[in-house]
């Protein structure tokens, strides 16, 4: 599985962004699928997962209520809809893959996108 992360860019305090990170691979359809993030001078730290099928989502207290996961399997995409941006949600944003369940944690996950600049301004 490749994946390739799109739709960071820079927004003021309380904009919107939607990423979008798309896989290649006959088998995304049964990856869960994460979004972590890493600010400046700090580990990556995990941000939203769902599972293959769609039906459940986990996110951090930091972006609850604020970020949304969703995934199309038919396009192989996973998307982060993020409202109410704050200037601590600046941080490079990766989506990653694992067979399974969703992990906050990042060890195991096998695959990695690139990452994508977020910047929210104050």
């Known amino acids: 599985v490749q994946l390739q992360a799109f739709g960071g860019g820079s927004v003021q305090t309380g904009g919107s962004l939607r990423l979008a990170c798309v896989a290649s691979g006959r088998t995304f359809s049964t990856y869960a699928m994460t979004w972590f993030r890493q600010a400046p001078g700090k580990e990556r730290e995990f941000v939203a997962g769902?599972?293959?099928?769609?039906?459940?989502?986990y996110y951090a207290d930091s972006v609850k209520g604020r970020f949304t996961i969703s995934r199309d399997n038919a396009q192989n995409t996973v998307y982060l809809q993020m409202n109410s941006l704050k200037p601590e949600d600046t941080a490079v944003y990766y989506c990653a893959a694992k067979p399974g369940i969703v992990s906050r944690n990042e060890n195991p996950y096998e695959y990695w996108g690139q990452g994508t600049q977020v910047t929210v301004s104050s």
């Open positions: 769902i599972d293959w099928r769609g039906g459940s989502t």
